[in-house]
């Protein structure tokens, strides 16, 4: 990038490629110090209370009351001040790319891009769609030649392969198609979904016609499980296949590289070069980890240095697609300005397409995707996302300063080595074969000192923090055209089981020698440290206070026992401020960046209820694994379409589907709420309101977030209510958490 860059600097381009200004405005942000200021005191003053109820305790059933609600307190204010560092300068950024135009004439002036993007089932992530996002990419508004695809295919799939052939085949259409047409929508699915009108045009229809075809055929030989010989054409793709024989499996085969499209070959119905495409399916034994999505994209940075080393590299999802063809160009208005040294990633938000109204799953993540990255980005940068990122290849190799630099184990791997040979060639494809073994990275830096690093499941978020502990910079661009559209979880389960993947992998990072609150401060700064530590600490510790929000102080109200200042007591003020303060400033943060209240309440509602089952199953999944009784995986998310679960989800009702042992906190805090709230409003006419409202307003709160799962529970009969099962063990340990504290109460 360098050269590309020293270019720039010497054409002293008079207009600016990019500019930032305040996220919000700066009263907002104003009004945000102020309260920090203020909420801090206040939080002060509560711990304060804390220590002196504490002392004032005189049985040990309020000592253990007290001292629970402090140690909550405690967690809740820690993970306040981790959130309050994205709030110091959030920034918005804007690009420019029409001022690059004097700077990119001539082909050689635009600096080439290698695009991974990883599947590993085709059973849960589809090939035609897989096929999709490779397409939206393909057809880049930027000199094909400069273009390389990657497709890797950890589920070892002959059916993926054949999708890919068949979409090189539809790529010669497809791309002059675009480029004539100025299509916009260049994933052909989107663009025939969108396009309704499109029978009109004959050419369009004609496109929509092969489109349908290819999709059939792709589908029929996913179903049929094999590549039959009616599908394959000619000696060529015989010979790939044959590699699918009777001992090939997923997880033990040898590699497959696949040359599909090869720009100085093939050209497309107009003439012009295609980019290149290639499979490949990286090597796998029963006998040596493959570290998943990382270990994936690792054998990626290698086979693709060895074949057309680009120096930007974007990584993808398979369900990730391009929403604008322009894309590229922005991020270059950030990769080629000489005053930004040392950036090693443009990231771009998840976005997906198809969110219900009112978002009933908080799919939408506004804080962990836009706002809080947004916060990152006026520090050193936002983290990484994992898809939808632009990486100088550089970058994979030791920090930014020349004596950082650490050099891989073969010059053909160095970032700066230019390929001179063809793709095809043998001396190419053996070296690629070579380090897409399974064993190569056997007593070589990768993973931990090069390329995307291996010590937890959340690559994205442990590898973009590596990067910037090691001065690395990073930036969040996020245009009004949305870059990328990505598929998302349409049932509870699904969702749960996501974010529990990604709070195990952020516990691996918190509580390793890298945990954020010592090392990210010591090498980042106290701020970035702390966004970093927000989710790794945070995010999981949370369950322990949202679980004992839940039960705690209920049970004591079933029990008439008051944990809360009453109404008349000047410490019930302090409550109030701190418990309407933090919701209301959320809540007027999402109202400004344009959301709507519905979306806000199920967004709270989806942090209780991921702090009631992902984050508490996360964390036990961590203590066996430490304790060594169970080890992780990666259990991908399934992108597979089920007809009666998205007519549900789009009329936003819950869908619970399977049963799982995730539901039953929720569910049992649901009944337990229920009980209490009851039981609270007769105990309040008895006269004891003042001491029991805040426990009360506290159980209503609950009960009127639960409203989906008492509907799950009674009122539904269709295939996504709660299964019976977990109503009556969740009924059990309501019953039973009931029984055992007024055991508790009556023995202590
Ligand atoms: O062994 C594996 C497992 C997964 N993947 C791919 O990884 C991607 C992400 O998997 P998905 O099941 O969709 O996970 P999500 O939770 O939706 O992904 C988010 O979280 C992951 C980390 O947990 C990040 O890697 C992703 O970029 C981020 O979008 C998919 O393209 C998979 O095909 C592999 O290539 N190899
Ligand atoms: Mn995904």
Request: neutral net charge.
């Amino acid at each position: 990038m360098e050269e590309y860059r020293a270019r720039a600097a010497a054409a002293a381009m008079p207009l600016p490629f990019h500019s930032k200004s305040h996220y919000f405005s700066r009263r907002v942000t104003t009004f945000n110090h102020l309260f920090a200021a203020v909420y801090s005191v206040a939080i002060f003053t509560l711990f304060y209370y804390h220590l002196a109820s504490l002392l004032n305790t005189t049985s040990f059933t309020s000592f253990f009351i007290s001292i629970s609600l402090f140690i909550s307190d405690i967690i809740l204010a820690f993970s306040w001040i981790t959130t309050q560092s994205y709030r110091i300068n959030p920034i918005r950024r804007r690009e420019f790319p029409e001022n690059l135009k004097p700077l990119l004439k001539k082909e050689s002036d635009f600096p080439a891009l290698d695009v991974f993007i990883c599947t590993a089932d085709p059973y849960k992530e589809p090939p035609i769609d897989v096929v999709n996002t490779a397409l939206s990419v393909l057809a880049y508004n930027y000199p094909a030649r400069k273009i390389s695809v990657y497709i890797s295919d950890d589920g070892g799939s002959a059916a993926t392969l054949f999708a890919f052939m068949e979409a090189a085949k539809f790529a010669a259409e497809w791309l002059p198609f675009c480029r004539k047409n100025d299509v916009v929508e260049r994933n052909p699915h989107a663009f025939f979904a969108s396009n309704k009108d499109c029978y009109n045009n004959s050419e369009k229809e004609k496109m929509k016609i092969m489109y349908e075809k290819m999709k059939m055929r792709v589908e029929k030989v996913l179903e049929k499980g094999k590549v039959e010989d009616e599908f394959i054409n000619g000696e060529e793709e015989h010979v790939a296949f044959d590699k699918w024989t009777e001992s090939f499996t997923s997880k033990n085969h040898p590699t497959v590289i696949q040359v599909l499209l090869e720009s100085s070959k093939n050209r497309d119905i107009s003439g012009e070069s295609m980019p290149n495409l290639i499979y490949l399916s990286r090597q796998k034994s029963l006998t040596s980890h493959h570290k998943f999505k990382a270990g994936a994209l690792n054998t990626l940075i290698r086979v693709s240095g060895i074949m057309t080393n680009a120096p930007i590299i974007l990584t993808l999802d398979c369900d990730m697609y391009s929403n604008d063809p322009e894309t590229l160009s922005r991020v270059l208005c950030y990769l080629l300005d000489p005053k930004l040294v040392d950036i090693s990633y443009v990231q771009f938000p998840q976005c997906f397409h198809g969110i219900n109204k009112s978002d009933i799953y908080g799919t939408e993540y506004k804080r962990l995707f836009i706002l809080n990255k947004s916060g990152m980005d006026g520090l050193l940068g936002p983290a990484h996302l994992g898809t939808g990122c632009f990486f100088v290849r550089r970058s994979f190799f030791g920090g930014p300063s020349s004596t950082s630099f650490e050099s891989p184990e073969l010059p053909e791997l160095d970032p700066n080595h230019v390929v001179e040979r063809a793709i095809q060639s043998r001396e190419v494809l053996e070296l690629a074969y070579m380090v897409a073994g399974c064993d190569y990275e056997n007593n070589t830096k990768w993973g931990s000192k090069l390329g995307f690093r291996y010590e937890a499941p959340a690559e994205d978020y442990f590898t973009g923090y590596c990067l910037h502990s090691e001065g690395w910079k990073s930036i969040f661009c996020n245009p009004n055209r949305i870059a990328f559209y990505g598929n998302f979880p349409i049932n509870l389960l699904d969702t749960l089981n996501q974010a529990k993947r990604w709070i195990f992998g952020l516990l691996m990072v918190g509580f390793s020698k890298y945990s954020p609150i010592i090392y990210g401060v010591k090498t980042m700064g106290l701020l970035m440290g702390l966004c970093y530590s927000y989710n790794a600490l945070s995010w999981p510790s949370l369950s322990i206070p949202l679980t004992l929000y839940s039960f705690l102080p209920q049970l004591a109200l079933i029990n008439g026992i008051s944990v809360f200042p009453k109404v008349s007591d000047p410490w019930f003020v302090l409550y109030a401020f701190l418990l309407l303060g933090a919701y209301g400033q959320d809540l007027l943060e999402f109202m400004l960046d344009g959301s709507t209240l519905q979306k806000w309440w199920n967004d709270q509602r989806m942090w209780s209820i991921r702090g009631l089952s992902s984050y508490i199953f996360a964390s036990i999944e961590f203590c066996s694994k430490s304790f060594g009784i169970s080890t992780f995986g990666f259990n991908v998310t399934s992108k597979v379409i089920d007809e009666e679960q998205s007519k549900r989800y789009d009329q936003e009702v819950f869908d619970f589907g399977t049963p799982s042992p995730m539901f039953l906190p929720m569910a049992a805090a649901a009944i337990l709420n229920f009980a209490a709230a009851l039981i609270g409003i007769w105990r309040s006419l008895g006269g004891a309101w003042e001491q029991l409202f805040l426990q009360m307003f506290l159980a209503g709160f609950v009960v009127l977030n639960c409203r989906p799962l008492y509907e799950a529970m009674l009122l539904r009969n269709d295939g996504g209510k709660l299964p019976p099962k977990i109503t009556l063990f969740s009924l059990f340990l309501a019953l039973l958490l009931c029984s055992l504290f007024s055991a508790f109460l009556y023995v202590f």
